[in-house]
């Protein structure tokens, strides 16, 4: 496995935005990065699927579909676009997505997700991967769960990241679906155990630099969500611990200048929020923390622009 995709940021809607991801890759070189989830739909009503060239290298596409068709259609146009790798999403539950039969609910059909699986290697040349979960429903025995993932090694799938939580599709909303069911990640363990030789990405609940250590010593890569959003700087240790970079030395200042210049020639084209979001983790940790999250939370909704100078007088000056 390549080494700059031992650790991934994982995909989060309304989180891993171009700008967020331009942002983490000012942090740090070596992640691996996810889009937001992208539909097929989306993409046959006009969706352009442009990345950032250098800055969003290392960049997969998460793409939500169930038509094979679609999907390989799909995974040519992404692979010509200059993402690095597609994902599958079979773990969402949100319902809307479930309404489209997109997401976690395709769990229930094997089948179909190896046969889209199938399609998108046969229009492209890069890797594909499936996320998906534990289980979803009634279907969370470790048998049902097996036969899935052969199933899907057989369909040429690359590797699997799997979310260490089953799903509830009634009843839990999506942010439920990230805490309430129980993190397994023995489940996850045996499956690699029975599948040595497949590539096996764990998710869910990780979040102190040991256990990211220890994941990545047990599994092929590891997936970090929230807390990539809650404290980036995290991806300084993750740079120096897993992909022995030491020339990570970025200062908050540093990073913030660079993130401010690029405020700077976008600052016509979006809203406050969409720019400032990425900020908001800067100084998780440090006395600073309070201050700067409400000072990021007034710029999104100031009238006069926003205020980059009294940001750096605040944290820098
Ligand atoms: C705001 C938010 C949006 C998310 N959107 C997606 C998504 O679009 N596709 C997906 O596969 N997972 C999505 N997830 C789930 C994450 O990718 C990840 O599986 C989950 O948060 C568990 O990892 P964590 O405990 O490290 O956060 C989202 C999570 C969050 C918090």
């Not at 990345?51 to 038509?67: F, H, M, S, W, Y």
């Not at 992909?243 to 990073?255: F, W």
């Not at 660079?258 to 720019?275: G, P, Q, R, V």
Request: glycine share 8%; proline share 4%; with cysteine.
């Amino acid at each position: 496995m390549d080494g700059f995709n031992k650790v991934h940021v994982a995909p989060m809607v309304g989180v891993t935005t171009a700008h967020f991801n331009y942002f983490l890759r000012i942090i740090s070189k070596n992640i691996g990065l996810y889009t937001e989830m992208v539909s097929t739909n989306s993409i046959r009503h006009g969706k352009v699927l442009n990345r950032v060239p250098r800055v969003e290298d290392k960049l997969t596409i998460q793409l939500a579909g169930n038509c094979p068709g679609e999907l390989g259609f799909c995974a040519g146009l992404a692979e010509y676009k200059g993402y690095a790798a597609i994902n599958l999403n079979v773990g969402c539950p949100s319902s809307k997505i479930k309404k489209a039969n997109y997401g976690a609910v395709l769990f229930k059909s094997p089948s179909l997700v190896a046969a889209c699986v199938g399609a998108m290697k046969d229009n492209c040349d890069i890797p594909v991967s499936v996320k998906t979960r534990i289980g979803v429903d009634d279907f969370d025995n470790y048998q049902y769960l097996a036969r899935f993932i052969e199933q899907l090694l057989r369909s040429g799938c690359d590797e699997i990241v799997l979310h260490a939580r089953k799903a509830l599709l009634k009843g839990l909303s999506p942010k439920a679906n990230r805490t309430i069911p129980r993190l397994r990640y023995d489940v996850v363990e045996s499956i690699k155990k029975d599948f040595p030789d497949a590539k096996i990405c764990i998710n869910g609940g990780i979040g102190a630099i040991g256990s990211i250590v220890n994941f990545c010593d047990s599994f092929d890569s590891v997936m970090l969500g929230r807390i990539i959003d809650k404290n980036p700087m995290i991806l300084q240790e993750i740079d120096k611990c897993i992909y022995n970079d030491v020339t990570n030395n970025y200062t908050r200042h540093d990073i913030f200048q660079h993130y401010s210049s690029y405020i700077d020639m976008h600052k016509y084209s979006y809203s406050n929020i969409m720019l400032m979001k990425p900020l908001m983790g800067l100084f998780y940790g440090t006395p600073l923390a309070k201050k700067w999250h409400k000072a990021i939370i007034d710029s999104f909704n100031s009238k006069n622009g926003i205020d980059l100078d009294g940001l750096r007088n605040l944290a820098f000056v």
